[in-house]
């Protein structure tokens, strides 16, 4: 019985929103009909699509250079202990600079593109990463390898069969929520520094002070985001983790 | 090494005074083993018996070839060997079957062949109809199981056992204990088989060597001639186990 709960839990958010918009008028919380009915008078206009596909284009290069990057550091950290005593402070920093920082200072390096929004992108989200990847590594069975050993594995075989399945599950998790950071990032540059994408018509919509059409703009990249969620992320993530689930003893611990 | 494709099973083990040392920081050195000897024979079962944190395991691992001695030769004739760990180590991410064929799938071997290995060697354990259960579904001693499976799959000579009933209850024990020897007989394999529990050793082996501890020295060798099968309750084994419990309480006092 999972999706009874899923379902209460969206209809309620609707619900929220659906009694927020009949006490406020709608220049403060436009109600759900008029925000759907901007959002698809944008897909009916074809610009929307324009401006959906850049922003996934940025966040979808942005998230690979953040999974490289993170799973590069947080390896290194992981295996090595200058590794870990070199790149700490990286990731420190990393984590306290505002993600707006590495907006301003990459759009006046690389200029208003999606080079600039790439690599802002993936320079402020990848220490969330390098931290999950590298206590993945320090919580890795080392029996497990010794029984990878004992049998003549190769090591090849040991990374593959045994050390990466382990971290698996680290680099799932964090490539989940590494998503909701890029799309948070992106849209601050877009916001200050593009002439495209969702960010950029949010503030245009701001500007021009129509709540509708940043509900209507905020409402598709929820729907884009969920979709990506519960049609790639949770099936791959089940599909991966069946031997975890399979136990009913797990199941009724949840 | 090279796993032989054929032959005749020959699994002998025998140690000449190996003695083994850790460097310890400050130029100390930590002596783990000293000075063991012994020889297991081809199709033999030679039980290590000790107490806890003695060095038991060591012995095994130079055996296996995961660890060097210090000194002191080893030479093992047979060149499959297979290990069964205290834990099962199992990979909970992969099926039963595919948890046995793990140390297979490097080797050139068809799918099916593989598939229908690992159902060979799941029944001889006892887990027919298991194959495509994960390990997190069995209990410790079915997952015990498939970690013996798994190292019979490579059809070792010789079968190195690190305790691999100490983490069960006994009742589940002694039933695997008296598979164990229908496996050894039916199969053939020198096993060696490292515990720390008296009535184990006795209940299972040809060849018993007390080790002391800290470090590990060869105190006593006992040899049980008994035939098998053994029944537990047995009063043969019982005077041989008071007799090794009197030597072990005896070797407390000489350390």
Not at chain 1, 90 to 117: E, K, Q, R, Y
Not at chain 2, 120 to 125: D, F, Q, S, T
Request: proline residues 4%; positive net charge; hydrophobic residues 50%.
């Amino acid at each position: 019985m999972t999706t009874l709960p899923r379902i209460l839990s969206i209809v309620s958010l609707l619900l929220v929103w659906l009694l927020l918009s009949t006490i406020f008028p709608p220049t403060i919380v436009p109600g759900p009909v008029a925000v759907v009915k901007a959002m698809a008078e944008n897909l009916a206009s074809g610009k929307a699509f324009f401006h959906l596909y850049k922003t996934l284009l940025r966040v979808g290069f942005g998230l690979i250079l953040t999974m490289i990057l993170g799973i590069a550091t947080g390896t290194l950290m992981g295996l090595s202990r200058k590794g870990e005593l070199f790149l700490d402070s990286w990731v420190m920093v990393g984590l306290t600079v505002p993600a707006i920082v590495n907006s301003i200072i990459c759009l006046l390096w690389f200029g208003l593109n999606d080079t600039a929004a790439i690599v802002a992108i993936g320079s402020a989200a990848f220490p969330a990463v390098s931290i999950s990847i590298w206590q993945g590594i320090k919580g890795i069975d080392t029996q497990l390898v010794g029984m990878g050993q004992a049998f003549h594995l190769d090591r090849i075989a040991i990374v593959r069969k045994i050390i990466f399945p382990q971290l698996l599950p680290h680099i799932l998790a964090s490539m989940r929520y590494a998503l909701g950071i890029c799309w948070k990032i992106c849209t601050t540059v877009e916001l200050i520094g593009m002439s495209s994408g969702v960010g950029y018509q949010l503030n245009y919509w701001f500007g021009l002070f129509s709540m509708a059409q940043v509900f209507a703009w905020t409402l598709l990249f929820l729907l884009v985001m969920f979709a990506i969620e519960y049609l790639l992320f949770k099936p791959l993530e089940k599909r991966l983790t069946r031997w975890r689930t399979a136990v009913p003893a797990l199941q009724w611990a949840q | 090494m090279a796993y032989r494709s054929s032959g005749i099973a020959v699994g002998s083990i025998t140690l000449r005074n190996v003695a083994k040392q850790h460097s310890m920081p400050g130029g100390h050195s930590l002596r783990v083993l000293d000075d063991i000897s012994f020889e297991a024979a081809d199709r033999s079962f030679t039980s290590i018996l000790g107490p806890s944190g003695c060095g038991k395991s060591t012995i095994l691992n130079l055996i296996a070839g995961l660890d060097r001695q210090s000194s002191g030769q080893i030479a093992v004739d047979g060149n499959r060997i297979g290990f069964v760990f205290q834990q099962p180590r199992l990979l909970n991410w992969r099926t039963v079957a595919q948890n046995v064929i793990l140390p297979l799938e490097q080797q050139k071997f068809d799918k099916n062949d593989l598939r229908s290995l690992a159902g060979k060697y799941l029944a001889l354990v006892g887990l027919s109809g298991h194959e495509d259960y994960y390990p997190l579904q069995l209990s410790g001693g079915m997952q015990q199981r498939v970690a013996i499976a798994r190292a019979l799959a490579i059809d070792p000579d010789i079968l190195l056992m690190d305790e691999p009933f100490s983490g069960l209850d006994e009742i589940t024990a002694r039933k695997l204990r008296q598979e164990l020897l229908r496996i050894w007989q039916e199969t053939g394999k020198t096993i060696l088989f490292v515990t720390h529990s008296i009535s184990e050793s006795v209940f299972l082996s040809q060849q018993i060597l007390i080790v002391s501890a800290k470090p590990a020295r060869i105190f006593k060798r006992v040899a049980v001639d008994l035939p098998y099968p053994r029944e537990y309750g047995d009063m043969r084994l019982f005077e041989i186990e008071t007799q090794l419990t009197r030597d072990f309480l005896g070797m407390g006092q000489d350390a």
